[in-house]
């Protein structure tokens, strides 16, 4: 079966798993974090063979990692208001110790997984605008320098126009029109290391788009249909080895 995994009120992963229903990817299942972590019943094991799961589904069916052939991965966060805390150690610590679960979790799925889950982020790794930009230079995208403020509201100001977004999936490239060598799109993405990958343009009347950011959790739906299609591929081609 293949998944996607997000939280309800995504409204881009539910876009997506309309469009991978439509195209007849199946079976399809749209499962939240919070079913994931509050199933009325999951087993979880990690030994010195790997990792595996398997949770009890509202409709009584069972989940197990290993009959998962592939994963659209959008989950954001360890959904922490499930559970009720008395004070604020207690908070921090089933924070804590939930999204380690999670983690734990989304990485016996990570071989089929688009994004795989790190340390730094559960659908890839998240980094500072500063970080970004710099793997933005690398990957031969123009990027204006980091401004680097005490005042969060300082370092995101930016003097311009427009924007527009730009998708990448594997060695596509989907979104708004490109000034750039589309290869430096995917050139980025395996410097992030993270299947797909949002980029965010800055554009001025006149002037060549240039970088402004990235997430690898990014609005869909600029991709339209080619994404779409393309992802329905990249979805059943997965296997354990896939990049």
Not at 9 to 15: F, I, K, N, T, V
Not at 138 to 149: E, N, T, V
Not at 223 to 231: K, Q, T
Request: hydrophobic share 45%; net charge negative.
């Amino acid at each position: 079966m293949w998944l996607v995994l997000c939280d309800p009120a995504d409204e881009s992963a539910l876009w997506a798993y309309e469009g991978l229903r439509a195209r007849g990817l199946e079976p399809l299942e749209l499962l939240s974090p919070q079913t994931l972590l509050g199933s009325t019943r999951s087993a979880h094991h990690v030994d010195r063979h790997g990792a595996g799961f398997e949770v009890t589904l509202p409709d009584g069916r069972v989940l197990a990692d290993r009959d998962v052939d592939g994963v659209l991965n959008r989950v954001a966060s360890a959904p922490f208001g499930m559970l009720p805390f008395t004070t604020h150690a207690d908070a921090v610590y089933a924070r804590e110790e939930l999204n380690a679960l999670l983690l734990s979790l989304l990485t016996c799925l990570a071989p089929v997984s688009v994004n795989r889950p790190c340390g730094y982020g559960l659908s890839g790794a998240w980094r500072s605008a500063a970080e970004w930009r710099v793997l933005a230079a690398r990957a031969g995208l123009p990027a204006p320098p980091a401004r680097i403020s005490s005042s969060p509201a300082a370092e995101s100001q930016q003097d311009v126009s427009g924007r527009g977004d730009v998708l990448v999936l594997g060695e596509h490239v989907f979104g708004a029109p490109l000034a750039q060598d589309e290869a430096a799109y995917v050139r980025l993405a395996r410097l992030a290391e993270v299947g797909l990958l949002g980029v965010d343009l800055l554009r001025d009347e006149g002037h060549p788009a240039v970088f402004a950011g990235a997430s690898p959790l990014p609005d869909l739906r600029p991709g339209g249909d080619a994404f779409l299609d393309r992802l329905f591929k990249h979805l059943t081609e997965l296997s354990p080895g896939s990049p």
